[in-house]
């Protein structure tokens, strides 16, 4: 019986810092305009080598530079009709808080959103 429960917890523990990766499609870059307390597009692009990588509660998106994301709460998680969300509260490099939030809609898109209080980051990723 003790094997038994050894065995379950080294697999929780191996399975919560597996590393998993994906490949950024397009990413979108958004203002928030102070005016009209809207977010307006103001680039978009297809990247060649973008990746976005999940390491326990580390979030690490890789192009020509590198942006680490830590979360530091649990997932506020939303299901709707169209797509199921999980939030989390998070500081990137420098320690700045923002919110990331993962959303994968019916249809197959899978987009990840970086908060802050002024600037939206989207990253649609290939099928997961």
């Given at each position: ?12 523990t191996i399975q919560a810092h597996t590393q998993v990766t994906f490949r950024v499609r397009e ?63 998070c500081t990137d490099d420098e320690n700045i808080r923002c ?30």
């Amino acid at each position: 019986m003790k094997n038994l429960i050894l065995i379950v917890c080294l697999l929780f523990t191996i399975q919560a810092h597996t590393q998993v990766t994906f490949r950024v499609r397009e990413v979108i870059i958004s203002k928030l305009n102070k005016e009209t307390k809207e977010f307006h597009i103001v680039q978009t692009s297809q990247p060649d080598n973008m990746t976005l990588m999940v390491f326990g509660n580390l979030f690490t998106v890789t192009n020509k530079a590198k942006s680490n994301y830590r979360i530091f709460d649990q997932p506020i998680k939303r299901t709707t009709y169209d797509y199921r969300e999980n939030e989390w509260q998070c500081t990137d490099d420098e320690n700045i808080r923002c919110r990331l939030a993962l959303i994968r809609y019916n249809n197959g898109k899978t987009i990840i959103f970086i908060t802050y209080s002024d600037i939206l980051i989207a990253y649609e990723i290939e099928n997961i």
